[in-house]
């Protein structure tokens, strides 16, 4: 017998502190984006169809709540290139090639159909970033091809040119994933999926407790 499964949702109040993260993310990224001079204006290189993974229920969840807030046909032409999606990325990485595919959520104009709800690597792609990991070790990210180029003409070196410490962000993002799954992080499977997997998979759940049937 199929075990039922819960959906993994956010309270209003975990959503505003989703939101709040993404509002300190946008605003890092454009302090930094300013001081070195990067814009995606004109850029050649969109990479929305960058081949990305993401890794938390926090933002599989608020993606479906924006999924779902969309009209009827909207929704249903997102699924339906999600599914080619999956389907292309499963043959490109058969063939030993990194997926390079559109973004299901980006719509006819090259715009982003649910930029609200985009999820956490679409905010911060581009700049040089730093973080400190839990074990202590530093690492530094060097933003995208379009900001090394600026990089590398504009400073004397890499690490002179303006970075967002993404520390305390990830910290957040890692305090709201504890919260919304119970505390119990080590118990639920291991998030490790594209924008298009959480469109065709649905929302999150997972199996119930045999407290809670
Ligand atoms: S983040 Fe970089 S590569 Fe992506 S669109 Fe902007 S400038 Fe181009
Ligand atoms: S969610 Fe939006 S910003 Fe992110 S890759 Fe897709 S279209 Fe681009």
């Excluded at 930094?32 to 001079?37: L, N």
């Amino acid at each position: 017998m199929n075990r039922p499964k819960k959906e993994i949702v956010l309270s209003a109040e975990q959503s505003r502190r989703l939101a709040d993260i993404y509002t300190a993310m946008e605003e890092g990224y454009d302090q930094v984006a300013s001081k070195i001079g990067l814009s995606c204006q004109g850029c050649s290189d969109n990479c929305c169809d960058s081949y990305f993974l993401h890794h938390t229920y926090s933002e599989w969840a608020y993606l479906r709540q924006g999924l779902a807030e969309l009209p009827e046909e909207e929704r249903k032409a997102i699924i339906g290139r999600a599914e080619k999606y999956v389907l292309e990325s499963r043959e490109q990485l058969a063939g030993q090639q990194r997926p390079q595919i559109r973004c299901p959520l980006l719509n006819e104009d090259g715009l982003c159909g649910l930029y609200k709800h985009r999820l956490l690597v679409c905010r911060m792609h581009g700049i040089p970033a730093t973080m400190t990991r839990p074990d202590g070790q530093s690492m530094r990210f060097p933003g995208c091809f379009r900001c090394q180029e600026i990089v590398n003409k504009k400073y004397h070196q890499e690490e002179d040119a303006p970075a967002m410490d993404r520390t305390p962000l990830f910290k957040a993002m890692v305090a709201l994933e504890s919260s919304l799954l119970g505390g119990k992080r080590h118990l639920f499977p291991r998030v490790k999926m594209t924008i298009a997997d959480m469109i065709v998979q649905g929302p999150p759940a997972v199996d119930t407790p045999h407290c809670e049937r």
